[in-house]
């Protein structure tokens, strides 16, 4: 069973810059798994940021970035506000489906 | 503007089957371009993704579920659905359907809450 690996936590301070990494138990993830990035605040359903891995939906703030590091996909905010406070999870393609990361909750302090 | 809505029964009884439907505005569920999928999410865990179905019958399943599940379309009312047997309290979740593609999943519907009770 392949297990996609966030950080379970993250705080940031207002304005400051967060990263947050997405592994995969099979080894390195590169642009073929199609590296995905959701928002989930509470109550809501999740909305989506990022797909392959760098680009930017018509809604995605400036603000969000996606890249590869490390051997990971990744996730960058910089200048965090307040409203990003939420609940972070990446989501991997493999041979066909997909799977979800367990989520990162960043808190914004 | 594409708009997916889950309905279906909030309430299942352990061991009987889980049923779900999707309706979708704003595009048919007979498109090849498009992966309709199922994603869950127990209380206070994560999402889960469960499968999709393209091209009305090419379907593909998480592995650790692929033996209870089956997801279909009615392209006649343009819906798509899902149907999980034998379930257990740990397929309390809220179930979301989602209009994806081979790269990512953009439009969700607002979650459906189906709690399992013994």
């Known amino acids: 069973q392949t297990v996609v690996t966030q950080e379970p936590s993250l705080t940031v301070a207002p304005g400051g810059t967060v990263t947050l990494t997405c592994a995969s138990s099979?080894?390195?993830?590169?642009?073929?798994?199609?590296p995905n990035w959701f928002q989930q605040k509470p109550g809501q359903a999740p909305r989506a940021l990022i797909y392959s891995t760098t680009n930017k939906h018509s809604w995605t703030p400036a603000r969000f970035s996606g890249s590869l590091l490390g051997g990971k996909a990744a996730l960058t905010l910089s200048g965090v506000q307040p409203e990003d406070e939420a609940e972070y999870y990446c989501?991997?393609?493999?041979?066909?489906?997909?799977?979800f990361g367990g989520g990162t909750k960043v808190t914004v302090l | 503007q594409v708009q997916l809505q889950e309905s279906g029964p909030g309430l299942v009884k352990a061991s009987q089957t889980l049923s779900l439907t999707c309706t979708v505005s704003?595009?048919?569920?007979?498109?090849?371009?498009?992966?309709w999928t199922w994603v869950r999410q127990p209380p206070g865990k994560g999402l889960e993704w469960i499968g999709h179905v393209y091209s009305s019958w090419y379907t593909y399943y998480n592995p650790s579920l692929k033996s209870r599940v089956a997801i279909s379309t009615d392209t006649s009312k343009n819906q798509f659905s899902l149907t999980l047997d034998s379930v257990t309290a740990a397929d309390t979740a809220v179930y979301y359907c989602?209009?994806?593609?081979?790269?990512?999943?953009?439009?969700w519907g607002q979650g459906a809450l189906v709690t399992v009770s013994s």
């Open positions: 099979t080894g390195a993830v590169t642009t073929d798994y199609y």
């Open positions: 704003g595009g048919p569920v007979s498109s090849g371009d498009y992966y």
């Open positions: 989501l991997l393609h493999y041979d066909g489906g997909w799977v």
């Open positions: 989602a209009r994806g593609t081979v790269t990512t999943l953009v439009y």
